[in-house]
């Protein structure tokens, strides 16, 4: 599978949680850094979370840290993002991004070499 397939955006209200998923790499998932990158009209790209390789170690960007969790499943190939709490700033496109064995920048989106289309998540009363 030579690209990340997300699922799981929408639209939903202030407060509301919303599942993404990414399907990726099949029997290589696991050696995979898995992260999420967002943007919204008129912004820059900025990074969400990542999930490195063996160890399953996170980060996350300060403005969703406490609100979004991302994990891994090898059995699945899947890397998701669980958002809760969410806000009308959670307005974005998601993508989702991977590169085998990154242990470095994995904040900058030029370190990764793998991205999905996209999903929407609208976030709107």
């Known amino acids: 599978q030579v690209q990340p397939v997300e699922s799981g955006g929408g639209l939903v209200q202030p407060g509301d949680s919303l599942r993404l998923a990414c399907e990726f790499g099949g029997s290589t998932f696991g050696s995979y850094t898995m992260a999420w990158f967002r943007q919204s009209p008129g912004n820059e790209r900025e990074f969400v979370a990542v999930?490195?390789?063996?160890?399953?170690?996170?980060s996350y960007a300060d403005s969703v840290k406490g609100r979004f969790t991302i994990s891994g499943d090898n059995a699945k190939s899947t890397a998701t993002l669980q958002m809760n709490s969410l806000k009308v700033e959670d307005t974005a496109v998601y993508y989702c991004a991977a590169r085998m064995n990154l242990y470095a920048r994995w904040s900058r989106g030029e370190a990764f070499d793998h991205w999905g289309q996209g999903t929407q998540v609208i976030v709107s009363s």
């Open positions: 999930i490195l390789p063996n160890s399953g170690l996170t």
